[in-house]
């Protein structure tokens, strides 16, 4: 697992060194998004779970070839709340993490601004926090402790608009596959879909 990490953090950062020796039209913002995110918890008996409200803050940096070209990594704040239900025992837990999707990106001036469209890689760490499972009684309250900590890749896409100002707006969707979850009695996949507000400087 850690070598599979190693090797993504190592391409992606030769992309960005290429990148940035290849061009020089480099901007950045921040963006803000509205989150639908289903964490799939995956190795315990009837679990189910579904899509649950949070929010995502974070920046970015772009980095244009031409009028319609760019790559965009990001740097994001995630965080959800959630509900499992699990043999009909209910457990509610907030769920954070830190990923970084860099997208490689098309773009088209429309009117005053810019249509664009990405997809990309995905990288992110989950942190551990406690549940609160009810009807527990005091001897099983570590049982609140739900092993979630976990390093995570997947993909994305996001689609948007820039006007002309500097802000936009953009949806996007990501898969999250935990990379540890065969050395662990549980992982936790996830599924996010996302509307958001950026600025460019």
């Given at each position: 697992?850690?070598?599979?990490?190693?090797?993504?953090?190592?391409?992606?950062?030769?992309?960005?060194?290429?990148?940035?020796?290849?061009?020089?039209?480099?901007?950045?913002?921040?963006?803000?998004?509205?989150?639908?995110?289903?964490?799939?918890?995956?190795?315990?008996?009837?679990?189910?779970?579904?899509?649950?409200?949070?929010?995502?803050?974070?920046?970015?940096?772009?980095?244009?070839?031409?009028?319609?070209?760019?790559?965009?990594?990001?740097?994001?704040?995630?965080?959800?709340?959630?509900?499992?239900?699990?043999?009909?025992?209910?457990?509610?837990?907030?769920?954070?993490?830190?990923?970084?999707?860099?997208?490689?990106?098309?773009?088209?001036?429309?009117?005053?601004?810019?249509l664009f469209a990405g997809i990309g890689?995905?990288?992110?760490?989950?942190?551990?926090?406690?549940?609160?499972?009810?009807?527990?009684?005091?001897?099983?309250?570590?049982?609140?402790?739900?092993?979630?900590?976990?390093?995570?890749?997947?993909?994305?896409?996001?689609?948007?608009?820039?006007?002309?100002?500097?802000?936009?707006?953009?949806?996007?969707?990501?898969?999250?596959?935990?990379?540890?979850?065969?050395?662990?009695?549980?992982?936790?996949?996830?599924?996010?879909?996302?509307l958001g507000v950026g600025y460019r400087f």
């Amino acid at each position: 697992m850690k070598k599979v990490f190693l090797t993504a953090i190592l391409a992606i950062g030769s992309t960005f060194a290429t990148t940035v020796n290849a061009q020089t039209n480099i901007s950045f913002g921040v963006k803000l998004n509205g989150n639908l995110t289903n964490v799939k918890v995956s190795n315990l008996q009837n679990e189910s779970s579904s899509f649950k409200p949070g929010a995502s803050l974070g920046s970015f940096a772009k980095m244009e070839f031409g009028d319609h070209f760019a790559l965009q990594p990001e740097l994001l704040l995630n965080y959800t709340e959630r509900k499992i239900n699990m043999v009909g025992e209910k457990t509610k837990f907030k769920y954070i993490s830190v990923e970084i999707p860099v997208y490689l990106m098309g773009q088209l001036n429309v009117r005053n601004g810019k249509l664009f469209a990405g997809i990309g890689p995905n990288i992110g760490y989950g942190f551990s926090i406690d549940s609160n499972m009810e009807n527990l009684s005091d001897c099983d309250k570590k049982a609140n402790k739900l092993e979630l900590s976990h390093w995570y890749m997947g993909a994305g896409a996001l689609i948007g608009y820039e006007f002309h100002n500097g802000i936009s707006i953009n949806a996007e969707y990501k898969l999250g596959y935990d990379l540890s979850s065969k050395n662990k009695t549980s992982g936790a996949d996830t599924q996010t879909i996302s509307l958001g507000v950026g600025y460019r400087f």
